[in-house]
């Protein structure tokens, strides 16, 4: 059982460039989240799904898309990469149901926009 | 919307001493506070949690405190090791409405040997 994968682990990019960043859960949790991580500001969600077929906005939105066709698959994309969005971003997912609040985060992945 | 505020931003202890870290949230909606684990270059790793109808959880050397009129929560370390060096995060959301977490700024935690 892998858990929760992300990928690419780091990736440079140049500004204009447009990315996908991968996150895949094998959990069969229904909820899933992305999160962007900056020194001194903690983890900031930027979007998240709370089951397939339906997505929603956090705090930091902007520049940012996701869809959720299946389950286990929440992809991340920036259109059209700016350099603030230099940043360490976390995947994360939660099962529904139940009492548990915890959210599992994937490995991360390391974003330099230049 | 929800704030967290998290202090201090930088903690430094001696090896089997105690410490504190504090969070301040602004929504009085918010029910659910973890606590996560952060090992330079690792991912966050839950590591306590407490619900709005409890005031104080423990589990070994670690407790959580709720002060649900002040709106603030506490993670305490006992006997603190040098394994727990690491930066930690609370942070707040309302249980069973989308679990979407505000976190605080983070504290970094030093345990000097």
């Known amino acids: 059982i892998a858990g929760i994968t992300q990928a690419p682990t780091s990736q440079i990019l140049a500004a204009g460039r447009r990315m996908t960043l991968r996150c895949t859960q094998d959990m069969r949790h229904n909820a899933m989240y992305w999160y962007r991580q900056d020194l001194g500001l903690g983890l900031r969600l930027i979007h998240y799904s709370n089951t397939a077929g339906t997505t929603g906005k956090g705090e930091v939105p902007d520049g940012y898309s996701v869809s959720r066709a299946n389950t286990d698959d929440f992809p991340l994309t920036l259109a059209s990469a700016v350099p603030s969005q230099t940043s360490v971003y976390f995947c994360?997912?939660?099962?529904?149901?139940?009492?548990?609040?915890?959210?599992?985060f994937g490995p991360g992945t390391r974003l330099l926009v230049l | 919307g929800e704030n967290v505020e998290q202090h201090p931003s930088t903690l430094s202890v001696q090896e089997g001493d105690s410490a504190v870290i504090k969070c301040t949230y602004s929504?009085?909606?918010?029910?659910?506070f973890p606590w996560y684990k952060q090992e330079l270059g690792k991912r966050p790793q839950l590591i306590i949690d407490?619900?709005?109808?409890?005031g104080e959880k423990k589990d070994q050397r670690i407790a959580v405190t709720l002060n649900k009129t002040a709106k603030h929560f506490s993670l305490h370390i006992t006997e603190t090791q040098p394994e727990d060096s690491a930066v930690y995060f609370c942070?707040?959301?309302?249980?069973?409405?989308?679990?979407?977490?505000?976190f605080g700024q983070g504290t970094e935690l030093s345990v000097k040997p």
């Open positions: 994360a997912s939660r099962p529904t149901g139940g009492s548990s609040e915890t959210q599992y």
């Open positions: 942070a707040a959301s309302k249980y069973n409405q989308g679990g979407k977490l505000i």
């Open positions: 929504d009085s909606a918010s029910n659910y």
């Open positions: 407490i619900r709005s109808n409890v």
